[in-house]
């Protein structure tokens, strides 16, 4: 019997929404991913059970546990879309254990920004604010327009999502703001706007502007809007379900499994890095 070639993946977080939706598309591809690791928050209900618990097309066998390190026995690549709080914690963990790392929590402290960089020097990482294929290459095109009109065309960005997101603006929307301050020579700090209200004065050529939506179960809708006097040009991307930004950690997984130690993003996954 041939050996199998299935990619041994631990989902931190097994029990959230994107932690399900993970555990419910490596079910899905067991020819591709074999799910090894799952773990929760301390006093998740989940704690203790089996995964299959969570996703009754998984075979029976992996119990979910509150340790990142007991998770990662066995693992070649985790993957991470928790809460900031927990991030310091799954790098250490990943660091220790030598296991590769699939990271898409947002809204990351300095501090642990700082452990990321030093995480990929001695691990591959891929990080990035938004797993979708489409959202990756709307960053690019933002970038492309951003550069080609120039300050004539003023920027703004406008992100919606359901009402549990914790951060705000969206890691996405930041992603597309810096593109645009990048493009222009700035950094997005220098350059952003991230609320109006009252007599704010006229707009300062250049900056680029953030507005906010969270309502309902809005999954993610995005806009890059450039606005001339004459022309407006506008690029959407909308996320209608989070298997888009799941299927995307898991083809950035399979892609990071040979990968000598350094921190990517989903251009380098899809083959847009220089």
């Known amino acids: 019997m041939a050996e199998s070639t299935a990619l041994n993946v631990a989902v931190f977080g097994a029990s959230g929404r994107m932690g399900r939706t993970l555990l ?3 079910a ?12 929760a ?12 618990t969570l996703c009754p097309a998984l075979p029976r066998g992996v119990r ?6 007991a998770a990662l026995s066995g693992a070649q690549v985790a993957i991470d879309f928790t809460l900031p709080a927990a991030t310091s914690v799954h790098l250490q963990a990943c660091r220790e254990a030598g296991v590769a790392l699939v990271l898409g929590t947002t809204g990351l402290s300095p501090e642990a920004q700082t452990l990321l960089g030093e995480t990929a020097r001695s691990l591959p990482v ?10 990756t290459l709307l960053t690019e095109l933002t970038r492309l327009l951003a550069e080609r009109l120039g300050e004539d065309y003023d920027a703004e960005i406008i992100e919606a999502h359901h009402r549990g997101k914790v951060d ?16 222009r020579g700035k950094p997005l700090a220098e350059v952003g706007v991230w609320a109006r209200s009252g007599q704010t004065g006229a707009r300062i050529p250049g900056h680029v502007g953030f507005a906010v939506v969270r309502a309902g179960s809005i999954v993610g809708d995005h806009t890059v809007m450039f606005a001339a006097d004459e022309e407006r040009l506008e690029l959407t991307h909308r996320a209608t379900d989070r298997g888009v930004f799941a299927r995307g ?8 499994a040979e990968r000598p130690a350094g921190l ?3 251009r380098h996954v899809l083959g847009l890095a220089g």
């Open 24 to 26: 419910g598309l490596i």
């Open 168 to 183: 705000a603006p969206s890691g996405t929307a930041l992603a597309l703001g810096e593109a645009v301050a990048q493009a």
């Open 28 to 39: 899905a591809e067991p020819e591709h991913f074999r799910l090894c690791g799952a773990s």
């Open 41 to 52: 928050a301390p006093n998740d209900p989940a704690l203790g059970q089996d995964a299959s």
């Open 64 to 69: 979910v546990v509150a340790e990142p390190a």
């Open 126 to 135: 891929v990080y990035a604010r938004n797993f979708s294929v489409g959202v």
């Open 249 to 256: 950690a898991l083809r950035a997984a399979a892609w990071l």
């Open 264 to 266: 990517y993003d989903m």
